[in-house]
C-alpha cells in the first residue's frame, strides 16, 4: 500500500523556521515530480513548490526566497524548509508525489498521491 507520511509541522512565531518532511513508501513506479500544497480555510488549495527528477524546482511567487524544496531519492523523501514565516502562511500543507508506470513503446500510466496533510501556523 502507497503512504505518504508527513511531518514536521507545527506552531511558529512570524520570522520563523520550520523543516517539513514527507516520506513516500510502497511506491513502485519511477517517481517524477515531488511538491508541497496549502490549503487554507475558505481557500482553494494551491502549489507551494515543487521539484522534478532532474531536480528543477518551482515555486509559488509568495514564498520564493523564502522556502527551499529538496529531496532525497534513496529515501524517497521530499522536504519543504520554510524560513521567515509569515501569518499567511497558515496553512494545511499537502505532499503530493507523482510517479509513472512505463508500458508499450513510449507509453505511460500516471499516478498521483497525497500525504494526510501537516497544519502549519504562524502567529504571535
Known amino acids: 500500500q502507497v503512504q505518504l507520511v508527513e511531518s514536521g509541522g507545527g506552531l511558529v512565531q512570524p520570522g520563523g523556521s520550520l523543516r517539513l518532511s514527507c516520506a513516500a513508501s510502497?511506491?513502485?513506479?519511477?517517481?517524477?515530480?515531488m511538491g508541497w500544497y496549502r490549503q487554507a480555510p475558505g481557500k482553494q488549495r494551491e502549489l507551494v513548490a515543487r521539484i522534478t527528477s532532474g531536480t528543477s524546482t518551482n515555486y509559488a511567487d509568495s514564498v520564493k526566497g523564502r522556502f527551499t524544496i529538496s529531496r532525497d531519492n534513496d529515501k524517497k523523501t521530499v522536504y519543504l524548509e520554510m524560513n521567515s514565516l509569515k501569518p499567511e502562511d497558515t496553512a494545511a500543507y499537502y505532499c503530493?508525489?507523482?510517479?509513472?508506470?512505463?508500458?508499450?513503446?513510449?507509453?505511460?500510466?500516471?499516478?498521483?498521491?497525497w500525504g494526510q496533510g501537516t497544519q502549519v501556523t504562524v502567529s504571535s
Open positions: 510502497g511506491i513502485i513506479f519511477s517517481i517524477n515530480t
Open positions: 503530493n508525489v507523482e510517479a509513472f508506470e512505463t508500458y508499450g513503446v513510449g507509453s505511460h500510466r500516471r499516478y498521483v498521491y
